[in-house]
């Protein structure tokens, strides 16, 4: 079994929601990556989502797009993500880790040796978000191929048939985008999400985590009552901007955020 459907099965047994940080690889400077990774898993998360950094990022927000300028300063590539998943495995063997990034940076090197050297760096799943499911025909079986589950992205716009492809291609999880526009945006609407998310229930089985508008703990309890997870992005990526000239800080920082949440969700079980 996968490690992500593994992590699922055993959140579900337990009654518990998934808290899912996103990162963007090599932010404020490529050796620190790992570091914050083993800070996340410490402050209570169940998959960490590793953003590949990309010069035109354009589902994201002005704060994840400074973390990937700060991230290329660096000159961080995709092998260097592959290194930092390698590192992180050598002390967490259990932690499911999602690429998320943009297909440029893939096709640079070819699907079939992205898909070797990220299962081989011991990663599980990848969120292409430039990549609709519909063209997913050629790439999504390489993946399988590797062991590493196709994850898609579903928005409030998204018609229910297309929602149906999506769900019949997915794998891993469904990435329910919150909120029109690009990440970091907005206020979030929990009855809302709620509501698109029922019809999803209907198509698939797939664990529905929902990302865009998850700031702090009761944001995440919010969201929780209706998904099966919580992604959280800006808030963290927002926190390593702040402390970049003192990047000591950060994990105490990333900590903070997520340990907030993570007590926010489990009170939902508890309660």
Request: a negative charge; proline letters at 6%; aromatic letters at 6%.
């Amino acid at each position: 079994m996968n490690r992500i459907d593994q992590r699922f099965a055993d959140l579900k047994a337990q009654g518990r929601k998934a808290l899912i940080p996103y990162i963007t690889a090599g932010d404020p400077a490529p050796g620190h990556t790992v570091s914050f990774m083993h800070a996340m898993v410490e402050a209570g998360a169940d998959i960490i989502e590793l953003g590949v950094p990309f010069s035109d990022p354009m589902a994201d927000g002005p704060v994840i797009q400074k973390a990937c300028e700060r991230a290329l300063k660096h000159g961080v590539r995709l092998s260097h993500l592959f290194a930092m998943v390698s590192e992180f495995r050598q002390h967490d063997t259990q932690t499911p880790v999602v690429l998320m990034g943009y297909l440029n940076p893939i096709e640079r090197i070819g699907l079939e040796a992205f898909a070797e050297q990220a299962a081989a760096a011991g990663v599980d799943g990848v969120l292409t978000v430039d990549m609709p499911p519909e063209e997913a025909s050629e790439f999504g079986p390489v993946l399988k191929a590797q062991g590493l589950a196709s994850i898609f992205l579903v928005a409030p716009t998204t018609s229910n048939d297309r929602a149906a492809t999506i769900c019949a291609h997915g794998e891993g999880y469904l990435y329910y985008v919150s909120l029109k526009g690009v990440t970091g945006s907005a206020i979030l609407d929990a009855d809302d999400v709620g509501r698109h998310l029922a019809p999803l229930r209907e198509m698939t089985d797939l664990p529905l985590c929902v990302g865009f508008g998850i700031r702090d703990g009761a944001s995440a309890a919010e969201v929780g009552k209706v998904a099966d997870g919580v992604i959280v992005g800006s808030a963290l990526v927002n926190r390593i901007a702040e402390n970049a000239q003192t990047p000591d800080r950060i994990n105490g920082e990333l900590k903070a955020v997520l340990g907030e949440m993570r007590q926010a969700l489990d009170a939902l079980s508890a309660g």
